[in-house]
């Protein structure tokens, strides 16, 4: 069965997970470039400086998973640029607090702009992307999955995003 230990979270799903994330992040700022270049630009640093720096720093380090292996992979790419802070710290921090608006930024960002370009220049191109992006974030923000994955994850007792899904009928792991 699975469980939230570091060595279930095999490379290929680390690296899987990274694929479809960093397709997403770049379907996304194509499709504010497609509208708005300059804030295409604008929204990449951000997101950038957000996922491979900011949130590192302020959610990976206070993570029990800190230089092993999450589903994601990142407390071990934490590990190798920032030192390792205190798991205590992590309800209520910066990143914890932050990482539901980042989230829903992603999904919801592109979307809105491409979906009101369309409205006055529509075309093939913008309603693919539009629709890739829906059925990512879909995917990603599926309940049942997200419930399936907080279940199992270290930090569900920690997380505001685990203790909702928990709380919701899921038995929680140590
Ligand atoms: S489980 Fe989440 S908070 Fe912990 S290291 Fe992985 S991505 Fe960061």
């Not at 798991?87 to 992603?106: I, K, N, T, Y």
């Not at 994955?149 to 203790?163: E, F, H, Q």
């Given at each position: 069965m699975e469980t939230g230990d570091s060595e279930n979270y095999t490379l290929k799903?680390?690296?899987?997970?990274?694929?479809?994330?960093?397709?997403?992040?770049?379907?996304?700022?194509?499709?504010?470039?497609?509208?708005?270049?300059?804030?295409?630009v604008a929204w990449g640093i951000f997101l950038a400086l957000m996922f491979l720096f900011v949130m590192r720093k302020s959610i990976c380090t206070k993570c029990r998973y800190y230089d092993g292996r999450c589903s994601m992979g990142w407390s071990w790419y934490t590990s190798k640029i920032f030192k390792e802070g205190n798991?205590?710290?992590?309800?209520?921090?910066?990143?914890?607090?932050?990482?539901?608006?980042?989230?829903?930024?992603?999904s919801l960002l592109p979307v809105i702009v491409l979906a009101i370009s369309m409205v006055f220049e529509f075309s093939i191109l913008k309603a693919v992307i539009l629709v890739l992006l829906i059925l990512i974030a879909y995917i990603f923000g599926n309940k049942k999955s997200r419930k399936k994955?907080?279940?199992?994850?270290?930090?569900?007792?920690?997380?505001?995003?685990?203790?909702a899904m928990v709380n919701e009928g899921n038995e929680k792991k140590a």
């Open positions: 799903r680390v690296i899987f997970a990274n694929i479809v994330i960093f397709v997403w992040l770049v379907l996304g700022i194509y499709a504010i470039w497609l509208v708005v270049p300059f804030l295409a798991v205590e710290d992590f309800p209520g921090c910066f990143g914890a607090r932050f990482a539901p608006f980042l989230w829903m930024s992603v994955s907080c279940s199992v994850c270290r930090m569900n007792d920690l997380c505001p995003m685990g203790i």
